[in-house]
Antibody
Framework: QVQLQESGPGLVKPSETLSLTCGVS?????????WGWIRQPPGKGLEWIGS???????FYNPSLKSRVTISVDTSKNQFSLNLNSVTSADTAVYYC??????????????????WGQGTLVTVSS | EIVMTQSPGTLSVFPGERATLSCRAS??????LAWYQQRPGQAPRLLIF???SRATGIPARFSGSGSGTEFTLTISSLQSEDFAVYYC????????FGQGTKVEIK
């Protein structure tokens, strides 16, 4: 079965870059689907960060777009998140997920059918 | 940005009873709406997509309805494992989530 697993540092200093990777097993990213990142601050709701296709085509949440880069490495069957200039407001559980659906008229129309277990990233000095 | 508003914030229900959760969009999202369940310490799980289609493996006691700006998730007879937080998500204009409804045991 398809499984997603987040990995990366659990602690990042303010103003630095948060970097996470999502490894996918049981399915080749090159075969299709969009893949994405969602975050959840402690005790709060969910926020979509951005999504990527195996070709490298990306969609980002407009509110985070200036600080976010999502990339894909099909040879390693994984995709990655970089979020720069972090502050304490970026402290959250970060999830990677698979999306069903895709672009329509320049917009991403997708929902999330498979999720990783999530990883807590704390921004603190 | 489309703002999704869920109500109530917390719903207290006896096991075996029906639960009705609401989700309102700030503008029409057609039927491009999904519902998720999140149990404590776990990742969200897809329940419903297309406003009313159950995801694979989701029990029939979960049903979704609505279109445009008003949506409902109904759990016909609450089981112990259904006590959780539920989120709606629109995917008509980018992707955005509601703030969640917590379903707790009464």
């Amino acid at each position: 079965q398809v499984q997603l697993q987040e990995s990366g540092p659990g602690l990042v200093k303010p103003s630095e870059t948060l970097s996470l990777t999502c490894g996918v097993s049981g399915y080749s990213i090159s075969s299709g689907y969009y893949w994405g990142w969602i975050r959840q601050p402690p005790g709060k709701g969910l926020e979509w960060i951005g999504s990527i296709y195996h070709t490298g085509n990306t969609f980002y949440n407009p509110s985070l777009k200036s600080r976010v880069t999502i990339s894909v490495d099909t040879s390693k069957n994984q995709f990655s998140l970089n979020l720069n200039s972090v502050t304490s407001a970026d402290t959250a559980v970060y999830y990677c997920a698979r999306l069903l659906g895709g672009p329509v008229g320049g917009l991403l129309r997708s929902f999330f059918d498979l999720w990783g277990q999530g990883t807590l990233v704390t921004v603190s000095s | 940005e489309i703002v999704m508003t869920q109500s109530p914030g917390t719903l207290s229900v006896f096991p075996g009873e029906r639960a009705t959760l609401s989700c309102r969009a700030s503008q029409s999202v057609s039927s491009n709406l999904a519902w998720y369940q999140q149990r404590p310490g776990q990742a969200p799980r897809l329940l419903i997509f297309g406003a009313s289609s159950r995801a694979t493996g989701i029990p029939a006691r979960f049903s979704g309805s609505g279109s445009g700006t008003e949506f409902t998730l109904t759990i016909s007879s609450l089981q112990s494992e259904d006590f959780a937080v539920y989120y709606c998500q629109q995917y008509n204009n980018w992707l955005s989530f509601g703030q969640g409804t917590k379903v707790e045991i009464k």
